[in-house]
Structures are given as C-alpha cells and as structure tokens.
C-alpha cells in the first residue's frame, strides 16, 4: 500500500519559515516526479513546486519563487519544501503528491498519481 505522510505544519508568523517533509511508503519514487500543492477554502488546488526525479529540475508557482526551495532525499524517499518569509497569503493546506511521470515534470493536478492526507499551514499577520 502506497502512502504519503506530510509533516512540518503549524502555525507561524508572517516572516517565518517551516519545513514540510513527504515521507513516501510502499514504493520507490526515486525515478518520480514528486509535487507539493496547497488548497485554501474555496480555492482550487495549484501546484506550489515540483521536482523531477533527480532533482536537477524544479518548477516553482511565481508567487513563491525566491522564498521556496523544494528537494528530495531518494536514499529516504523523501521530498521536502522549505519555506522562508511566510505570508499570509500562504496560508492553506499542503499536499505532497507523486506521479509515475519519470521524465515528464507535471504542472497540474492531474499529472499526480499518489497524495498525502495534506498538513496545515497557518501564517499569521
């Protein structure tokens, strides 16, 4: 059974930083693209960054570019997300999802395969 578990969320003031971990069980995704999105209420679900199996590609959603930094670990089969200077408007639920893509970098939703249960991130003013 394949799972993935999120970590890292919490409550933090705008400026600070938090560290999502994406634990993956079941398989390997070590030659999987692997994806963080997040959900606010009433918003659809957007990608908030991904990386290619190797890590040697990531793509990021413009707003978090230069305060996000998304990495992987493939010997723990974990993918992680820093992230520094925190706004409110970050403020949602974080989901770590995988695909099966392997040299595909998938933008959307419907490129991921796997996900998590999602963690919340709250950021306050």
């Known amino acids: 059974q394949v799972q993935l578990v999120e970590s890292g969320g919490g409550l933090v003031q705008a400026g600070g930083s938090l560290r999502l971990s994406c634990a993956a069980s079941?398989?390997?995704?070590?030659?999987?693209?692997m994806g963080w999105f997040r959900q606010a209420p009433g918003e659809e679900r957007e990608l908030v960054a991904a990386?290619?199996?190797?890590?040697?590609?990531?793509n990021y959603v413009d707003s978090v570019k230069g305060r996000f930094t998304i990495s992987r670990d493939n010997a723990k089969n974990t993918v992680y997300l820093q992230m520094n200077s925190l706004k409110p408007e970050d403020t949602a639920v974080y989901y770590c999802?995988?695909?099966?893509?392997?040299?595909?970098?998938?933008?959307?939703?419907?490129?991921?395969?796997?996900w998590g249960q999602g963690t919340q991130v709250t950021v306050s003013s």
């Open positions: 079941g398989r390997t995704f070590s030659n999987s693209a």
């Open positions: 990386i290619n199996w190797s890590g040697g590609r990531t």
């Open positions: 999802a995988a695909s099966l893509a392997t040299f595909r970098l998938p933008s959307d939703v419907h490129g991921y395969d796997y």
